[in-house]
């Protein structure tokens, strides 16, 4: 049997994870680097190379099974008399206990079950209990331009290494998959009228309300730091987000949050975040491109 201590964090954790999952925020940057060259005519690259976490194919996800499979045996609760002295269940009180018990279980199976389905469409129709998910996404991604290397380490964690270059005649986002609804975002440029562009990376900080899921495996990590050593729950090893975005241009940058602003690169501009879990501005900048 699970111990309380784990108990009282496996149902808070299952329910994040859950509410995460189905709500698209299902990514999260680990180590990594990243760099965006963006052209005033317009010509532009982006590289990540690092780690990319889903969430749905973690221990964190297994944790909300665990939770609920904590729950799998009937435990009989106290009864009391009109004046609220605790005495014997009869037979018929325990029984009453035993129907609702084997009803709410039920009903909880059937919506473990939607949730499931749901995952699975999130995912493009892959089955993430499936042990061969992974290996399966891996290939998919592959298959997509700019993946050069989508490597599966284990506990949800991939190493990637992606690269495109094109022109910015339309908004680009990175990651998206294929088949996948839109999940949350880590690096987004939006080209606006008159040729300014917007660039954001909500993905590149903990503690915004851009990246929940980071914010997601930040409270997790606190969580299973108070449990300790407890063996009775198989605690995921959650990513820590660490690394760097850099935006070279020779187009001239209207605003960003940089702490150093623009800095001189051969004949170019650069502008450079350092990420981590203690990020709490998700980078910007705003750069004019030729009219």
């Known amino acids: 049997m699970i111990s309380s201590l784990a108990r ?3 149902a808070p954790t299952a329910l994040l994870a859950s509410t995460c999952l189905l709500s698209s925020c299902f990514l999260s940057p680990g180590q990594f680097q990243s760099e965006l060259d963006l052209q005033k005519s317009g010509a532009f690259s982006y590289s ?3 780690e990319i976490y889903l969430l749905a194919l973690s221990k964190l996800a297994d ?4 939770a609920d499979s904590s729950r799998g045996e009937f435990i009989a609760q106290l009864c009391y008399d009109d ?3 605790e005495r014997p269940c009869s037979e018929e009180e325990l029984a009453e206990q035993k129907r609702q018990w084997e009803e709410d279980r039920s009903a909880a199976r059937a919506e473990k079950k939607k949730e499931s389905e749901a995952v699975s469409a999130m995912l ?6 499936d ?3 992974a290996e399966d996404l891996a290939e998919r991604l592959e298959r997509q331009k700019g993946w050069d290397k989508v490597d599966y380490v284990g506990d949800g964690l991939f190493n990637v290494s992606f690269h495109i270059e094109s022109e910015l005649t339309h908004d680009f986002v990175f990651p998206t998959f294929e088949g996948f609804p839109m999940g949350n975002v880590f690096v987004s440029a939006n080209l606006r009228k008159g040729n300014i562009v917007r660039i954001d990376a909500p993905g590149f900080a903990s503690q915004g309300g851009g990246n929940p899921m980071a914010g997601l495996l930040t409270g997790m990590a606190g969580m299973f730091d108070a449990m300790g050593d407890d063996a009775e729950l198989d ?3 959650l990513p820590q987000m660490e690394g760097t975005l850099r935006i070279t241009t020779n187009a001239q940058i209207l605003a960003n949050n940089t702490d150093a602003g623009p800095q001189p690169d051969g004949q170019n501009q650069s502008l450079e975040w350092e990420i981590n879990r203690r990020t709490k501005s998700a980078p910007m900048a705003l750069i004019q491109l030729a009219k």
Not at 63 to 66: F, N, P, Q, R, Y
Not at 124 to 129: E, F, T
């Open 8 to 10: 009282r964090f496996a």
């Open 124 to 129: 493009g129709g892959v089955d993430p209990a």
């Open 83 to 85: 004046d609220f002295t």
């Open 48 to 50: 990540y190379d690092g």
């Open 63 to 66: 944790l909300a099974d665990e």
């Open 131 to 133: 042990p061969e998910a």
């Open 235 to 237: 605690t995921p090893n």
